[in-house]
């Protein structure tokens, strides 16, 4: 007799409850869906959707089925603060997650507060969301200003001392840097240069030429996945051969894409586990739901979502039938030591971090993360 993998078991835990089966769970998602970042948030979204779709075709969390309110914000934080409020308003759902981008997650901190609902798994690494904690956000990733520490400690151990930075000149690109400058004070180094650059519509050729004319040996780009593409295409027009480094924004297979030619050797920070590792139960667990589904595999942004859904689902099941945005909060706040398999989260009133896993992978010849 074939013995039931461990998740299925977890899952039908979770599907235990006495509310009718035909009750929805509403849950809203502002994100971008279109402009630089859509690749990557196609792929959190699929990730979740892996999940969620799985505990659904189960009966739901305690006999009511989730349903995932996915929303266009364009990657414009003012219209992700109009369409976050219309999901809260109109469409009542008790929960926001997985919304992508830094100003975007910044910018909806007073809404949350105004309607006391939680914000769960917000896809971004801003220590902004971090410290000091905020009641209603509840993040399950480590933080940018981590990934870009470890990114330089690890060039200059393998005598890279020649970096430079590039970082968009937003909220994002302001906490990332931070994080980078503590990487080169821990290396007992410092930027070759540091320029900021706009996140919309910029142009790289001037700053492409200086890093190149500096010989810089390494450049972190700090930006969007569509952004980022752009840079580095400009820094091999201007002939740098420099090492490029970007965010774990940017690990997902949308961005190898847009990198083309220019894909191999550019490393990416990442915050969970390999990706092709099925000796990671979490791994393993969503590499067979996606081959259930028809799917290749999974990628570092699929899994990202799918880290955030459990995390969600674990939520709601604690919060009872019925729940409400005060309850959830309050249950994932509760929340320790909750197995996504493998990696462990907790929440209490002192720390909504979650998890402070952080890695480097490279991207090899056939388009593919290795760690």
């Known amino acids: 007799m074939k013995k039931t993998p461990w998740w299925l078991a977890t899952l039908g835990c979770v599907l235990m409850g006495t509310a009718p089966a035909w009750a929805q769970i509403r849950i ?3 994100s971008g869906f279109t402009g630089s970042v859509a690749a990557g948030v196609k792929e959190n979204t699929e990730g979740a959707k892996l999940y969620l779709d799985a505990v659904n075709a189960r009966g739901g969390v305690n006999g009511q089925k989730i349903e995932l309110l996915s929303v266009d914000d364009q990657f414009d934080p003012k ?10 308003v109109k469409q009542k ?7 992508r981008g830094t100003p975007h997650a910044q910018a909806l901190l007073p809404l949350l507060a105004e309607h006391q609902l939680p914000l769960v798994a917000p896809s971004t690494g801003a220590m902004a969301l971090h410290q000091p904690v905020n009641p209603w956000v509840f993040n399950v990733r480590a933080t940018y200003q981590r990934e870009a520490a470890k990114a330089i400690e690890h060039l200059a151990s393998i005598g890279i001392t020649r970096i430079a930075v590039w970082q968009t000149d937003d909220s994002f690109g302001a906490d990332s840097a931070a994080g980078a400058l503590k990487g080169f004070e821990k290396a007992q180094l410092k930027p070759l240069l540091q320029e900021k650059f706009p996140r919309d519509k910029p ?3 001037a700053l492409a030429q200086q890093t190149a004319a500096q010989q810089a040996q390494s450049v972190m780009v700090i930006g969007s996945a569509g952004n980022t593409a752009i840079a580095v295409k400009a820094l091999r027009g201007a002939g740098s051969k420099a090492q ?11 961005f190898i894409k847009l990198l083309g030619e220019h894909a191999r050797g550019v490393i990416v920070t990442q915050v969970f586990p390999n990706e092709r ?10 590499l067979e739901l996606a081959k259930a589904k028809g799917l290749a595999g999974v990628s570092p942004a699929m899994m990202e979502g799918y880290a955030g859904a459990k995390v969600l689902v674990e939520g709601l099941r604690l919060a009872g039938p019925n729940p409400t945005p005060q309850g959830l909060r309050d249950a994932l706040e509760g929340m320790r030591n909750f197995n996504l398999g493998g990696l462990s989260v907790s929440y209490s009133p002192r ?4 998890l402070d896993f952080a890695d480097l992978s490279i991207i090899d010849a056939d388009g593919k993360f290795r760690r």
């Open 203 to 205: 142009d790289f050729s």
């Open 244 to 254: 490029v480094v970007t965010l774990s924004n940017n690990a997902s297979d949308g």
């Open 28 to 30: 809203g998602q502002p």
């Open 351 to 354: 720390s909504h971090t979650g």
């Open 93 to 99: 759902v008790i929960a926001l997650f997985l919304n």
């Open 79 to 88: 219209k992700t603060v109009a369409v976050a409020r219309e999901l809260i």
């Open 277 to 286: 590792s099925v000796s990671s139960p979490m791994i393993k667990e969503a």
